[in-house]
């Protein structure tokens, strides 16, 4: 069985396809976020990662700037602080709240007044140009049990600031 192609920076339409997958080496997280944003409309965002990138987040800092991001929450590991204090201003600057954690998940939320999307993904918010597969689901329900999870976890988080 072949995998069907499909076009590098081209997600089917969410209104069409509540359930889809991507397996490929060619698109990152942040071009499936990107185009996410740009079918639903500016959105609420929670994003977590084991580590991330200063190429990542200054994607981010450009979606922000047109207004697709309204507001973006950021969970990520402990064991990957060393890193994010390098970054640490500019993460200040583009996620409105930080939270270090034992965290391995790759997951992003996004929420709007009409969409509720959830985003799986291999992939951490590095480049790393391997193969990376990831879900995007319209579904409330995982979008809600995704949700209380973060919920649970920020209980036990540090705050970015405390570090």
């Given at each position: 069985m072949t995998m069907p192609r499909r076009e590098v920076n081209h997600l089917k339409p969410?209104?069409?396809?509540p359930l889809q997958a991507y397996f490929d080496n060619r698109l990152q997280l942040a071009d499936v976020i990107d185009q996410v944003l740009r079918q639903i409309g500016p959105a609420d965002l929670v994003i977590s990662t084991f580590s991330t990138s200063d190429?990542?987040?200054r994607r981010l800092h450009r979606l922000k700037n047109e207004g697709l991001v309204k507001s973006c929450s950021?969970?990520?590991?402990?064991?990957?602080s060393r890193k994010t204090v390098l970054l640490a201003g500019?993460?200040?600057?583009v996620f409105d709240a930080v939270?270090?954690?034992e965290n391995h998940s790759k997951v992003v939320l996004l929420k709007n007044d009409s969409h509720h999307v959830t985003i799986v993904t291999s992939q951490n918010?590095?480049?790393?140009?391997?193969?990376?597969?990831?879900?995007?689901t319209t579904n409330n329900d995982i979008y809600q049990y995704i949700a209380h999870g973060?919920?649970?976890?920020?209980?036990?988080?540090?705050?970015l600031d405390r570090l």
């Amino acid at each position: 069985m072949t995998m069907p192609r499909r076009e590098v920076n081209h997600l089917k339409p969410l209104a069409n396809t509540p359930l889809q997958a991507y397996f490929d080496n060619r698109l990152q997280l942040a071009d499936v976020i990107d185009q996410v944003l740009r079918q639903i409309g500016p959105a609420d965002l929670v994003i977590s990662t084991f580590s991330t990138s200063d190429a990542f987040i200054r994607r981010l800092h450009r979606l922000k700037n047109e207004g697709l991001v309204k507001s973006c929450s950021l969970f990520l590991d402990l064991k990957a602080s060393r890193k994010t204090v390098l970054l640490a201003g500019f993460i200040k600057s583009v996620f409105d709240a930080v939270f270090l954690c034992e965290n391995h998940s790759k997951v992003v939320l996004l929420k709007n007044d009409s969409h509720h999307v959830t985003i799986v993904t291999s992939q951490n918010q590095t480049q790393g140009n391997r193969m990376e597969c990831g879900i995007i689901t319209t579904n409330n329900d995982i979008y809600q049990y995704i949700a209380h999870g973060f919920l649970q976890l920020k209980t036990a988080a540090l705050p970015l600031d405390r570090l």
